[in-house]
């Protein structure tokens, strides 16, 4: 696959179609799991229960800000050939770097420690099972999946690909069920129903960057294609952006779609607490039948162990690019997984735990942003790739958006307001 993209950025006018664009797909499949994690499930689904379809402009606000910063993300990749902690830990004083690890660290935790949640939970609306019990399938099933990177790059690509897949084939199956109206166009026309909308906004829009996937991403696509000319970057840096556009687009319609059923199914029907996920699922069978509870059920199992596999990965760039440190990945996926074991021993609420690990998460998104558009607004380090003036104003302005609501959605959590 290496040898047939080299092929395609050197002598580009010899690919047309999709022979010339397959090889430079996978990166942003890989990234875009971290929007359809579970906790965007427990935030789409009460925003649409709450609010019928009013908050679907956000959510393709939040993703329009998603894709242009992924594209920076893969961009610096490989403009640098290094990811975006590696460019830190060479540029910025030691002290500093500790820092920076430290809190990528708590950031990678608080999100596999949401994801593995949602993937057990999901088995234990799909079998029954104690909640425990699932978090050990889960355990099984995500070393299996995380044995494919020993492959290469591209077998783990395809089988993130594969659940990519499930989850939209699950969310059309409650489309077609549930049936949305002609009313959904609506949602896309700016506007709020009462404080309450607006602050369900704030936390769809302030939760969609996630910071260890601006760190993985960039790591995805540094040295992933050798590239030997200016000429060459430039272009391999066009096809990536393709890449974005398609795997962000996909997982920004899955999350439309996700608002868009809760919407159809709750809102207006009185049902209280429908953001809980398992209120979600045991609602959903008998107001549409079997098939929309087991889809949903389905679809947050995938969603569950894709982005728990993404978020060890994650776990491990963090650790190599800021502190020159590795360890096995079997060995970091035991030690992410017992923070999650411990939750569930204590009996703790998962879809209170999804939140939480959410407010966690709102601290690292300034960490992961503000280097990653300094840095690729910077010549000397991005060469011909550097951001235009345009393209850097625009991502100042969705980083100023996205850390100001982030930290209003951490001002409301301290304050209780």
Known sequence: ?????????????????????????????????????????????????????????????????????????????????????????????????????????????????????????????????????????????????????????????????????????????????????????????????GSQSVYLAVGIIGATVMPHVIYLHSALTQGRIPTRSDEEKVRLARLNRLDVLLAMGFAGLINMSMLAVSAATFHGKGIEDAGNLETAYHTLTPLLGPAAGIAFAVALLASGLSSSAVGTMAGQVIMQGFVSFSIPLWLRRTLTMLPAFAVILAGADPTATLVLSQVILSFGVPFALVPLLLFTARRDVMGVLVNRPLLSSLGWFFATVIIGLNGYLLWGAFTGN
């Not at 640098?80 to 004083?93: A, H, Q, S, Y």
């Not at 420690?113 to 234990?124: K, P, Q, S, Y």
């Open 1 to 193: 696959m290496t040898a047939r993209a080299a092929e395609v950025l050197s002598r580009p006018q010899q690919r047309r179609g999709l022979g010339r664009i397959v090889p430079f797909l996978g990166p942003a499949i890989i990234a875009s799991i971290a929007y359809m994690d579970p906790g965007n499930f427990a935030t789409n689904i009460e925003g649409g229960a709450q609010f019928g379809y009013t908050l679907l402009w956000v959510i393709l606000a939040a993703n329009l800000m998603a894709m242009l910063i992924q594209n920076l993300s893969a961009k610096l990749g490989i403009a640098t050939g290094k990811n975006l902690p590696e460019v830190i830990r060479e540029r910025w004083p030691r002290p500093l770097v500790w820092l920076y690890w430290i809190q990528a660290e708590l950031v990678a935790m608080a999100t596999d420690l949401a994801e593995f949640l949602g993937a057990a939970l999901a088995i234990h609306l799909l079998t029954g099972l104690p909640l425990v019990w699932g978090a050990v399938i889960t355990a099984v099933l995500t070393f299996a999946l995380l044995t494919l990177q020993k492959r290469g790059f591209r077998p783990l690509e395809l089988a993130i690909l594969g659940f990519v897949l499930v989850i939209g084939v699950a969310y059309l199956v409650q489309i077609l069920v549930a049936r949305p109206g002609a009313e959904a166009l609506r949602g896309f026309i700016p506007s709020f129903q």
